[in-house]
């Protein structure tokens, strides 16, 4: 079955740093369009991330020039790497595969990994 497993959240002072990691199992990782998002509490999940199959990004504005997407398809896993944390930054992380090409196909999400930045 597919799986999406994100690792590597956790606590961290403002201004601190840390690394998210997905890694996929059960489909064609090098097909797939990668993303990042993130949902707070009570609040919508929003689109963080895009690393494309040929390896364009894209961010939120709110994230730009402070976290970097990346993948590696030897390894079936996409990265954040998400620096210079803020308060707002607090937020289940989800990874989420979107096949190129499948537009109204479904992806898959991820189970999610809790960031927290303390105020």
């Known amino acids: 079955q597919v799986q999406l497993v994100e690792s590597g959240g956790g606590l961290v002072q403002p201004g601190g740093s840390l690394r998210l990691s997905c890694a996929a199992s059960?489909?064609?990782?090098?097909?797939?369009?990668m993303r990042w998002y993130r949902q707070g509490p009570g609040m919508q999940r929003e689109l963080v991330a895009t690393?494309?199959?040929?390896?364009?990004?894209s961010y939120a504005d709110s994230v730009k020039g402070r976290f970097t997407i990346s993948r590696d398809s030897a390894k079936n896993t996409v990265w954040l790497q998400m620096n210079s944390l803020k308060p707002d930054d607090t937020a289940v992380y989800y990874c989420?595969?979107?096949?190129?090409?499948?537009?109204?196909?479904?992806?898959?999400w991820g189970q999610g990994t809790q960031v927290t930045v303390s105020s």
């Open positions: 989420r595969a979107d096949r190129a090409g499948g537009v109204g196909v479904g992806g898959y």
């Open positions: 059960g489909i064609s990782f090098s097909i797939y369009h």
């Open positions: 690393i494309r199959i040929g390896g364009i990004t």
